[in-house]
């Protein structure tokens, strides 16, 4: 990379050492005439698995933010809550409501039986167009690694978010060590090894750049790759600790990290893969339907997909506190990109960033009153600070709001039957 000239410099670029790149964050270096309009719009989808409620008490603006939606309190301004939609996808006369509410959630269609056969997904048709020019198209993100079959549906169906269409489910990462080298690293897994046995960073290589490049920058951007770089050192010892004792030289651990541990890596990375340019359109299957993780973690033994079908008073409060446990790794995920700036606001000014899950009620098995938020303003498009009820209306027509904010133009997607107003 020439660093004596901006001519022909990218918006994004990196910083190269032998075998190793490190995507560089946006910097006013590289777009001294800029603006807000000209800025990267994303989209992050996370699926919460087995079901959840958290329907505010009031709507518009100034909503209460209640159990378990607490921990958005410090994102409030970029929080609209919907409520009322409907996945009509996921009906079905037949068993499998999880199976269908997982595929149906980004595809807009009921998957065909027993499959896998699914239409393409909302993130891939996104990406296309968001992502364009970007190192990864997007990233594909699972809690877990398998699902049982259900109700004689393909697997696939209980752990697979984002499909590329019809039989191809979209690759997806469960590791968060493999993530962490398809963002920062391209040296082989036993020159990682190596290197951490000697106690060197990945930075190590790529030192002679970043001095280089700290000469032509000003004051606030060697301010902020400073604080960037010493955030992929600090990640970097993470992942070193979780993986050193599970992946020997030549392989990679699939197994052996605490859940709580990976949800974690995972929002730590999807923001460095978003603050890098690295991909602009993300999925987050935080754990399969049907999923039995337990959460004995935060107290709730035992597992999830059995407490779902608990519709007692005590059930309904395991799930709540289920789902506030996740609300809270999401919220920290949100606050660090409201924490960096871009020009004229923050990451999150033009992010779009859906948290929700097929089924609004997992003891009964409904897709009625699904759940979903959204945190982000998209470049102005949505207001934020909201709870919006649209009533019996399709879920799929937040697809489409979703994709004309986020300047994708789209008239139709699934079962939509219009848009919603988000502004």
């Given at each position: 990379m020439s660093l004596g000239t901006k001519k022909g410099i990218k918006r994004r670029s990196f910083l190269r050492g032998v075998g190793t790149f490190i995507s560089l964050p946006l910097l006013e270096y590289f777009m001294p005439a800029a603006n807000a309009a000209a800025l990267p719009k994303r989209v992050v989808y996370c699926y919460m698995p087995n079901g959840g409620k958290w329907k505010p008490s009031a709507t518009g603006s100034g909503f209460p933010l209640e159990m378990p939606l607490q921990d958005l309190a410090v994102?409030?301004?970029?929080?609209?809550?919907?409520?009322?939609?409907?996945?009509?996808?996921?009906?079905?006369?037949?068993?499998?409501?999880?199976?269908?509410?997982?595929?149906?959630?980004?595809?807009?269609?009921?998957?065909?039986?027993?499959?896998p056969n699914v239409t393409t997904t909302i993130d891939i048709t996104l990406s296309k167009t968001l992502s364009a020019g970007s190192r990864v198209a997007n990233l594909c993100l699972a809690g877990e690694e398998h699902a049982a079959a259900e109700s004689g549906y393909t697997a696939d169906y209980q752990s697979c978010l984002s499909w590329l269409g019809g039989a191809s489910p979209n690759s997806r990462d469960v590791d968060p060590a493999v993530v962490f080298d398809r963002i920062f690293g391209a040296d082989?897994?036993?020159?990682?090894?190596?290197?951490l046995a000697a106690g060197k960073s990945i930075l190590d290589a790529v030192l002679a750049e970043a001095d280089s490049l700290n000469r032509v920058i000003g004051a606030s951007d060697r301010y902020r790759l400073k604080e960037y770089?010493?955030?992929?050192?600090?990640?970097?010892?993470?992942?070193?600790?979780?993986?050193?004792?599970?992946?020997?030289?030549?392989?990679?651990?699939?197994?052996?990290?605490?859940y709580e541990t990976r949800v974690k890596l995972f929002y730590d990375l999807l923001y460095h893969a978003l603050a890098c340019g690295v991909t602009n359109v993300a999925t987050f299957l935080l754990a399969s339907e049907s999923t039995n993780q337990s959460y004995d973690f935060i107290g709730i033994p035992g597992s999830?997909?059995?407490?779902?079908?608990?519709?007692?008073?005590?059930?309904?409060?395991?799930?709540?506190?289920?789902?506030?446990?996740?609300?809270?790794?999401?919220?920290?995920?949100?606050?660090?990109?409201?924490?960096?700036?871009?020009?004229?606001?923050?990451?999150?000014?033009?992010?779009?960033?859906?948290?929700?899950?097929?089924?609004?009620?997992?003891a009964h098995h409904k897709h009625d009153e699904i759940p979903v938020f959204i945190?982000?303003?998209?470049?102005?498009?949505?207001?934020?600070?909201?709870?919006?009820?649209f009533e019996g209306q399709a879920f799929c027509n937040l697809h489409v709001a979703i994709a004309n904010a986020l300047g994708v133009t789209m008239a139709q997607f699934g079962d939509s039957t219009g848009g919603l107003s988000l502004g």
């Open positions: 994102v409030k301004d970029y929080v609209t809550v919907i409520s009322g939609l409907k996945l009509g996808p996921a009906n079905s006369t037949i068993n499998g409501d999880h199976s269908r509410a997982l595929t149906a959630f980004l595809s807009g269609t009921t998957p065909k039986f027993p499959g082989t897994r036993a020159d990682q090894n190596a290197r770089l010493q955030a992929v050192r600090d990640l970097e010892s993470r992942m070193s600790i979780v993986t050193a004792a599970t992946c020997p030289t030549g392989k990679r651990p699939a197994t052996g990290v605490a999830h997909h059995d407490i779902s079908h608990d519709s007692s008073d005590a059930g309904y409060a395991k799930i709540a506190k289920i789902v506030a446990w996740h609300v809270g790794q999401f919220s920290a995920f949100c606050q660090k990109l409201k924490a960096t700036p871009e020009i004229g606001g923050n990451m999150l000014d033009n992010s779009v960033l859906l948290m929700g899950g097929g089924l609004g009620d997992g945190v982000g303003k998209s470049g102005g498009a949505i207001r934020g600070d909201q709870h919006l009820n």
